[in-house]
C-alpha cells in the first residue's frame, strides 16, 4: 500500500532563518507530488507541482522554492523566512491517471516568529 | 475560470441532516471530489463523482451533482460529533497529466450533541 510520510509535524523558525520541509511516498513509482499552503481560516493554495524528477512548476509567486532530487522525494525550502510565510503547509500525490485523487500527509504547522 | 466556492460555517445537531453546498465555474468535464480535515491533521478523501453522474451514494453520504447550475452538494446524514470538521470541495480537469486540484475554502462544520 502506499503512504506518505511530512516532516516534521510543526515547526517555529525566526524570520530570515532557512527552512527545509521533507515529503517522501512510498508504495508507488512516479506519482504526481505536490505542495499545498492553507493560511489560517482559508482554503487549500496549490503552491508546486512535480510530474517527474527535477521538473517542478510554481503555481504563485512567493518566497519559496521546491525541488525533487529524487522519485518519491519533495522538499520545500526557503532561504530567508518571512512573517507571511507561517501556515499550514500540506504535501500530496497523485497517480498519473485520469482520476486524479490526491493522497495527503499529515501536513507542517509553521510559524515564522 | 477556475473558482470553487463554498460557505464557510455550517452548525447542526446530532442526529441531523448536514447539507455542505459548492458551487464551481468550470464547465469542462471533470472529477469533483470532497476531502474532509479534522483538526490539525491532512485532508482525507471522502468521496468523488465525474460530471457526467447526477448522484451518488456511500452509506451516510450523499453527492448531489447539478451540472446546469454547476452546483455540487454533500449531504451527511444522522450528523455524529465526529463527522465535526472541514470539508472542502474540489474539481480537477480531465484530460490532466498534472492533476492539480482546485479546492474551495472549506466549510466548517459543527455538531452540536
Known amino acids: 500500500s502506499q503512504t506518505i510520510h511530512q516532516w516534521p509535524a510543526t515547526l517555529v523558525q525566526p524570520v530570515g532563518s532557512p527552512l527545509s520541509l521533507e515529503c517522501t511516498v512510498e508504495g508507488t513509482s512516479n506519482p504526481n507530488l505536490y505542495w499545498y499552503r492553507q493560511a489560517a481560516g482559508r482554503g487549500l493554495q496549490l503552491l508546486f507541482y512535480s510530474v517527474g524528477i527535477g521538473q517542478i512548476s510554481s503555481e504563485v509567486p512567493q518566497n519559496l522554492s521546491a525541488s525533487r532530487p529524487q522519485d518519491r522525494q519533495f522538499i520545500l525550502s526557503s532561504k530567508k523566512l518571512l512573517l507571511s510565510d507561517s501556515g499550514f503547509y500540506l504535501c500530496?500525490?497523485?497517480?498519473?491517471?485520469?482520476?486524479?485523487?490526491?493522497?495527503f500527509g499529515q501536513g507542517t504547522r509553521l510559524t515564522v516568529v | 475560470g477556475e473558482d470553487v466556492e463554498q460557505s464557510l460555517f455550517l452548525s447542526v445537531r446530532e442526529g441531523d441532516s448536514s447539507v455542505i453546498n459548492c458551487t464551481y465555474t468550470?464547465?469542462?468535464?471533470?472529477?469533483l471530489y470532497w476531502y474532509k480535515q479534522e483538526p490539525g491533521a491532512g485532508l482525507q478523501l471522502l468521496t468523488y463523482i465525474f460530471s457526467n453522474m447526477d448522484m451518488k451514494q456511500d452509506q451516510r453520504l450523499t453527492v448531489l451533482l447539478n451540472k446546469k447550475d454547476k452546483h455540487l452538494s454533500l449531504r451527511i446524514a444522522d450528523t455524529q460529533t465526529g463527522d465535526s470538521a472541514i470539508y472542502f470541495c474540489a474539481e480537477v480537469k480531465v484530460p490532466s497529466n498534472t492533476g492539480k486540484l482546485i479546492f474551495g475554502q472549506g466549510t466548517t462544520l459543527q455538531v452540536k450533541p
Open positions: 468550470d464547465s469542462s468535464s471533470t472529477y
Open positions: 500530496a500525490w497523485s497517480h498519473d491517471s485520469v482520476n486524479t485523487e490526491a493522497f
